[in-house]
C-alpha cells in the first residue's frame, strides 16, 4: 500500500515538468499538418466544366452555374459551409483545375457570408489581346 502523499508529489511533479499541448491560438501561429486538406481553390484556366466534382461530391457542396469560359458553358461553385474537405474533387478533376490549400481559417456569423459560396472569376479579357 503506497504511503499517504506519495501519489500527490508524483502528480506535482509531472505537472509542473510537462509542456502544455496546446498553443494560444489566434496569437501564436498554427502548426499546419504537411498532408491538410484546407480551403478548395479552382483555377478557371485550367477547368473544362465537366461536372465530375459536382457528380462524385459526397457533401453536395458543388453545384454547376453557367460560365463563358470553359468548353461545357458551365463551372462548379462552392459552398464551403457543406463541404466536408475529403479532398474527392480534386482526385476525380481530370485537368487538375481544383487543389486543397493549407487555408483553414473561414469562419463565418451567418450562412450567408460571401467567403462561404465561392464561384471561380471568369477572367477579364486582356488588354493586349483587344490590340
Known amino acids: 500500500m503506497p504511503r499517504p502523499g506519495a501519489m500527490e508529489g ?57 460560365s463563358t469560359k470553359t468548353k461545357t458553358k458551365k463551372k462548379p461553385e462552392f459552398r464551403f459551409d457543406r463541404c466536408i474537405f475529403c479532398g474527392t474533387c480534386e482526385a476525380v478533376c481530370p485537368k487538375k483545375a481544383i487543389t486543397m490549400s493549407t487555408a483553414f481559417e473561414m469562419a463565418a456569423f451567418t450562412l450567408e457570408d460571401e467567403h462561404l459560396v465561392v464561384v471561380s472569376e471568369d477572367p477579364e479579357p486582356s488588354e493586349k489581346a483587344e490590340d
Do not use: N, W
Open 10 to 66: 508524483e502528480i506535482l511533479g509531472t505537472v509542473l515538468r510537462r509542456k502544455t499541448a496546446t498553443i494560444r491560438y489566434p496569437f501564436q501561429e498554427a502548426v499546419r499538418p504537411e498532408r491538410l486538406r484546407g480551403k478548395i481553390e479552382h483555377d478557371i484556366e485550367k477547368c473544362t466544366g465537366c461536372g465530375l466534382c459536382s457528380r462524385d461530391c459526397p457533401a453536395t457542396a458543388i453545384t454547376m452555374v453557367e
